[in-house]
Protein backbone atom coordinates (compact mmCIF):
# COMPACT_ATOMS: atom_id res chain seq x y z
CA UNK A 1 0.00 0.00 0.00
CA UNK A 2 1.50 3.18 -1.13
CA UNK A 3 -0.72 5.76 1.19
CA UNK A 4 -1.68 8.64 -0.10
CA UNK A 5 0.29 10.02 -2.83
CA UNK A 6 0.40 14.02 -3.70
CA UNK A 7 2.28 15.55 -6.47
CA UNK A 8 4.16 17.75 -7.11
CA UNK A 9 5.90 17.73 -3.66
CA UNK A 10 7.35 21.37 -4.44
CA UNK A 11 5.63 23.74 -6.21
CA UNK A 12 6.86 27.37 -6.64
CA UNK A 13 4.80 29.67 -8.66
CA UNK A 14 5.14 33.39 -9.36
CA UNK A 15 2.58 35.92 -7.70
CA UNK A 16 -0.95 35.91 -10.39
CA UNK A 17 0.00 32.47 -11.85
CA UNK A 18 -2.41 29.09 -11.17
CA UNK A 19 -1.41 26.27 -9.14
CA UNK A 20 -2.97 22.55 -9.26
CA UNK A 21 -2.22 19.68 -7.09
CA UNK A 22 -2.80 16.42 -7.30
CA UNK A 23 -3.67 13.90 -4.68
CA UNK A 24 -4.11 10.18 -5.02
CA UNK A 25 -6.38 8.51 -2.31
CA UNK A 26 -5.43 5.21 -1.01
CA UNK A 27 -7.34 2.63 -2.93
CA UNK A 28 -10.27 1.50 -1.42
CA UNK A 29 -10.71 4.73 0.77
CA UNK A 30 -14.19 6.77 -0.23
CA UNK A 31 -13.38 9.97 1.87
CA UNK A 32 -11.08 12.58 0.09
CA UNK A 33 -9.94 15.43 2.59
CA UNK A 34 -7.99 18.84 1.88
CA UNK A 35 -5.82 20.57 4.67
CA UNK A 36 -3.62 23.91 4.43
CA UNK A 37 -0.74 24.19 7.30
CA UNK A 38 1.31 27.20 7.87
CA UNK A 39 3.00 28.22 11.15
CA UNK A 40 0.96 30.92 11.62
CA UNK A 41 -2.56 29.16 10.74
CA UNK A 42 -1.69 25.45 11.63
CA UNK A 43 -3.90 22.85 10.34
CA UNK A 44 -7.03 24.35 8.64
CA UNK A 45 -9.58 22.25 6.96
CA UNK A 46 -10.22 23.15 2.88
CA UNK A 47 -12.75 20.64 1.69
CA UNK A 48 -13.72 17.09 1.52
CA UNK A 49 -15.41 14.36 -0.70
CA UNK A 50 -16.94 11.18 -0.36
CA UNK A 51 -17.41 8.88 -3.35
CA UNK A 52 -16.41 11.46 -5.35
CA UNK A 53 -19.06 13.59 -4.24
CA UNK A 54 -18.60 17.30 -2.65
CA UNK A 55 -19.90 17.25 1.28
CA UNK A 56 -18.43 19.75 3.03
CA UNK A 57 -15.98 22.95 1.63
CA UNK A 58 -16.72 25.17 4.30
CA UNK A 59 -12.99 25.75 4.07
CA UNK A 60 -12.17 26.67 0.91
CA UNK A 61 -11.62 30.37 0.44
CA UNK A 62 -14.73 31.37 -2.02
CA UNK A 63 -12.41 33.32 -4.67
CA UNK A 64 -9.59 31.51 -6.05
CA UNK A 65 -9.84 28.14 -4.70
CA UNK A 66 -12.10 25.36 -6.35
CA UNK A 67 -11.65 21.39 -5.83
CA UNK A 68 -12.85 18.66 -7.93
CA UNK A 69 -12.79 14.99 -7.86
CA UNK A 70 -13.13 13.55 -11.20
CA UNK A 71 -12.79 9.77 -10.39
CA UNK A 72 -11.79 7.51 -7.13
CA UNK A 73 -8.41 7.56 -8.11
CA UNK A 74 -7.76 10.90 -7.49
CA UNK A 75 -8.58 14.71 -6.37
CA UNK A 76 -7.45 18.13 -7.64
CA UNK A 77 -7.15 21.25 -5.92
CA UNK A 78 -6.90 24.60 -7.95
CA UNK A 79 -5.42 27.87 -6.99
CA UNK A 80 -5.99 30.71 -9.22
CA UNK A 81 -4.07 33.76 -9.18
CA UNK A 82 -1.81 32.55 -6.65
CA UNK A 83 -0.93 35.23 -3.98
CA UNK A 84 2.28 35.46 -1.16
CA UNK A 85 -0.24 34.29 1.40
CA UNK A 86 -1.33 30.93 -0.44
CA UNK A 87 1.80 30.03 0.43
CA UNK A 88 1.90 26.75 2.98
CA UNK A 89 1.91 23.00 2.74
CA UNK A 90 -1.54 21.67 1.15
CA UNK A 91 -1.86 18.33 2.71
CA UNK A 92 -4.54 15.63 1.16
CA UNK A 93 -6.03 12.56 3.48
CA UNK A 94 -8.50 9.93 2.58
CA UNK A 95 -9.94 7.73 4.92
CA UNK A 96 -12.29 4.18 4.25
CA UNK A 97 -15.50 6.14 4.68
CA UNK A 98 -15.94 9.43 7.15
CA UNK A 99 -18.33 7.91 9.40
CA UNK A 100 -17.49 5.33 12.94
CA UNK A 101 -14.70 2.62 12.56
CA UNK A 102 -13.78 4.30 8.79
CA UNK A 103 -13.26 7.70 9.74
CA UNK A 104 -9.07 7.41 10.74
CA UNK A 105 -7.87 9.41 7.79
CA UNK A 106 -4.77 8.74 6.58
CA UNK A 107 -2.01 12.08 5.52
CA UNK A 108 0.03 12.38 2.31
CA UNK A 109 3.24 13.98 2.26
CA UNK A 110 1.90 17.29 0.97
CA UNK A 111 2.58 19.86 -1.20
CA UNK A 112 4.74 22.78 -0.55
CA UNK A 113 3.74 25.29 -2.39
CA UNK A 114 5.56 29.02 -2.87
CA UNK A 115 4.19 32.36 -4.20
CA UNK A 116 6.67 34.37 -5.25
CA UNK B 1 -18.01 27.55 17.52
CA UNK B 2 -16.00 24.83 16.16
CA UNK B 3 -12.78 25.84 17.89
CA UNK B 4 -10.41 23.23 19.05
CA UNK B 5 -7.90 24.79 21.85
CA UNK B 6 -4.49 23.02 22.41
CA UNK B 7 -2.16 23.69 25.83
CA UNK B 8 0.49 23.81 26.08
CA UNK B 9 2.23 25.02 22.90
CA UNK B 10 5.81 24.13 24.30
CA UNK B 11 6.47 21.26 26.57
CA UNK B 12 9.56 19.92 27.53
CA UNK B 13 10.12 16.87 29.75
CA UNK B 14 13.04 15.13 30.66
CA UNK B 15 13.25 11.66 29.47
CA UNK B 16 11.64 8.66 30.98
CA UNK B 17 9.25 11.32 32.63
CA UNK B 18 5.69 11.87 31.73
CA UNK B 19 4.03 14.56 29.30
CA UNK B 20 0.76 15.76 29.16
CA UNK B 21 -1.41 17.81 26.40
CA UNK B 22 -4.63 19.22 27.06
CA UNK B 23 -7.07 20.20 24.05
CA UNK B 24 -10.87 21.56 24.84
CA UNK B 25 -13.40 22.00 21.80
CA UNK B 26 -16.93 23.84 21.27
CA UNK B 27 -18.58 21.70 19.14
CA UNK B 28 -20.77 19.43 21.47
CA UNK B 29 -21.43 16.82 18.88
CA UNK B 30 -17.73 16.35 18.24
CA UNK B 31 -17.49 12.82 18.38
CA UNK B 32 -14.45 11.60 17.54
CA UNK B 33 -10.58 12.58 18.83
CA UNK B 34 -7.33 12.12 17.36
CA UNK B 35 -4.12 12.91 17.96
CA UNK B 36 -1.32 13.35 15.22
CA UNK B 37 2.58 13.35 15.58
CA UNK B 38 4.26 15.50 13.09
CA UNK B 39 7.88 15.20 12.89
CA UNK B 40 10.26 17.95 10.80
CA UNK B 41 8.98 16.98 7.55
CA UNK B 42 6.99 14.67 7.45
CA UNK B 43 3.14 14.38 7.77
CA UNK B 44 0.72 14.10 10.40
CA UNK B 45 0.14 10.66 11.74
CA UNK B 46 -2.14 9.14 13.30
CA UNK B 47 -1.07 7.70 17.26
CA UNK B 48 -4.11 7.18 18.98
CA UNK B 49 -7.83 8.51 18.97
CA UNK B 50 -10.98 8.26 20.83
CA UNK B 51 -14.65 8.06 20.25
CA UNK B 52 -17.28 9.68 22.38
CA UNK B 53 -18.71 5.77 23.81
CA UNK B 54 -15.09 6.12 25.32
CA UNK B 55 -13.57 7.51 28.53
CA UNK B 56 -10.48 6.39 28.54
CA UNK B 57 -7.76 4.77 25.84
CA UNK B 58 -4.64 2.99 26.36
CA UNK B 59 -2.54 1.96 23.32
CA UNK B 60 1.06 1.19 25.01
CA UNK B 61 2.61 4.02 26.51
CA UNK B 62 0.04 6.68 25.42
CA UNK B 63 -3.21 7.22 27.21
CA UNK B 64 -6.17 9.23 25.82
CA UNK B 65 -9.05 10.65 28.15
CA UNK B 66 -11.74 12.36 27.00
CA UNK B 67 -14.64 14.66 29.73
CA UNK B 68 -17.64 15.08 27.17
CA UNK B 69 -19.58 17.08 30.19
CA UNK B 70 -16.12 19.80 30.04
CA UNK B 71 -15.38 19.20 26.25
CA UNK B 72 -11.79 18.38 26.82
CA UNK B 73 -9.59 15.64 25.49
CA UNK B 74 -6.46 14.54 26.75
CA UNK B 75 -2.66 12.71 25.69
CA UNK B 76 -0.67 11.31 28.52
CA UNK B 77 2.65 10.04 27.12
CA UNK B 78 4.46 7.80 30.01
CA UNK B 79 7.69 6.91 30.05
CA UNK B 80 9.15 9.30 27.62
CA UNK B 81 12.03 8.95 25.19
CA UNK B 82 13.81 10.81 23.12
CA UNK B 83 11.61 9.95 20.01
CA UNK B 84 8.72 11.33 20.92
CA UNK B 85 10.09 14.58 20.04
CA UNK B 86 8.17 15.89 17.70
CA UNK B 87 4.74 18.32 17.15
CA UNK B 88 1.43 16.54 18.94
CA UNK B 89 -1.96 18.07 17.45
CA UNK B 90 -5.12 17.14 18.83
CA UNK B 91 -8.05 17.22 16.65
CA UNK B 92 -12.08 16.55 16.77
CA UNK B 93 -15.00 15.84 14.39
CA UNK B 94 -18.41 15.62 14.60
CA UNK B 95 -18.85 12.85 11.78
CA UNK B 96 -22.59 11.51 12.91
CA UNK B 97 -25.20 13.80 11.59
CA UNK B 98 -22.36 15.98 10.61
CA UNK B 99 -19.03 16.90 9.11
CA UNK B 100 -16.01 14.50 9.03
CA UNK B 101 -13.54 17.20 8.92
CA UNK B 102 -11.25 16.89 11.45
CA UNK B 103 -10.80 20.64 13.13
CA UNK B 104 -7.21 20.92 14.65
CA UNK B 105 -5.85 21.93 18.09
CA UNK B 106 -3.24 24.48 17.33
CA UNK B 107 0.12 21.77 18.18
CA UNK B 108 2.10 21.24 21.10
CA UNK B 109 6.15 20.92 20.42
CA UNK B 110 6.86 17.92 22.99
CA UNK B 111 10.89 18.23 23.60
CA UNK B 112 12.31 15.22 25.60
CA UNK B 113 15.60 15.39 26.45
CA UNK B 114 18.03 12.67 28.13
Known amino acids: NAGVIQTPRHKVTGKGQEATLWCEPISGHSAVFWYRQTIVQGLEFLTY????????DSGMPKERFSAQMPNQSHSTLKIQSTQPQDSAVYLCASSLGDWGYYAEQFFGPGTRLTVL | GEQVEQLPSILRVQERSSASINCTYE??????FPWYKQEPGENPKLIIDIRSNMERKQIQGLIVLLDKKAKRFSLHITDTQPADSAMYFC?????????????FGEGTKLTVSS
Open chain 1, 49 to 56: FRNQAPID
Open chain 2, 91 to 103: AASAYQGGSAKLI
Open chain 2, 27 to 32: NSASNY
